[in-house]
């Protein structure tokens, strides 16, 4: 997240020249704004799927087991591999998604330690519900935030 309300005004960047080095202003006001802006963004989304109560992360694990293209199942370790959460956050996620009936689990066939994670019914029916107002949140922000290439501004 990204905690800043407003951003620090070009006078301020300026003032700051000589620790930010030469041609650095204009790449430092960029990065806040997209900062501040990709965190506004974020902020959208987790009030989105709360109304669905689902935390980004359980979200993230429906949609990454989903989009599989080999096979319907992954590994908690192929999860972990593809979002960056601790594995004790990622085991939680799991956890609470396996006990609300979103997640199934199986054993492996040749491994009895691995379990398959795959999405219910359920988890599957909410995950479909989510991705056409998940996609159309970042439409409308991406949308809000169209310029013309060499006209942003980007200090308020």
């Known amino acids: 997240m990204f905690f800043l309300k407003e951003l620090p005004s070009q006078e301020m960047i300026r003032?700051?020249?000589?620790?930010?080095?030469?041609?650095?202003?204009t790449a430092v006001a960029e990065a806040l704004t997209m900062m501040r802006d990709a965190s506004l963004l974020v902020r959208s989304i987790e009030r989105y799927l709360a109304a669905a109560k689902l935390s980004q992360l359980q979200f993230l694990i429906l949609m990454v087991i989903h989009r599989e293209p080999a096979r319907d199942y992954l590994y908690h370790g192929e999860i972990a591999a593809r979002l960056d959460v601790s594995k004790p956050v990622l085991t939680r996620a799991i956890q609470?998604?396996?006990?609300?009936?979103?997640?199934?689990?199986?054993?492996?066939?040749?491994?009895?330690?691995?379990?398959?994670?795959?999405?219910?019914?359920?988890?599957?029916?909410?995950?479909?519900?989510?991705?056409?107002?998940?996609?159309?949140l970042i439409r409308e922000f991406m949308a809000a935030r169209e310029v013309k290439p060499g006209t942003r501004q980007p200090w308020t």
């Open 96 to 136: 609470t998604l396996l006990q609300s009936d979103l997640l199934q689990a199986t054993q492996d066939g040749e491994d009895r330690r691995a379990k398959r994670l795959r999405l219910g019914p359920a988890g599957e029916a909410v995950l479909l519900a989510q991705l056409p107002g998940y996609y159309a």
């Open 15 to 25: 003032s700051y020249g000589h620790l930010i080095g030469p041609d650095g202003e």
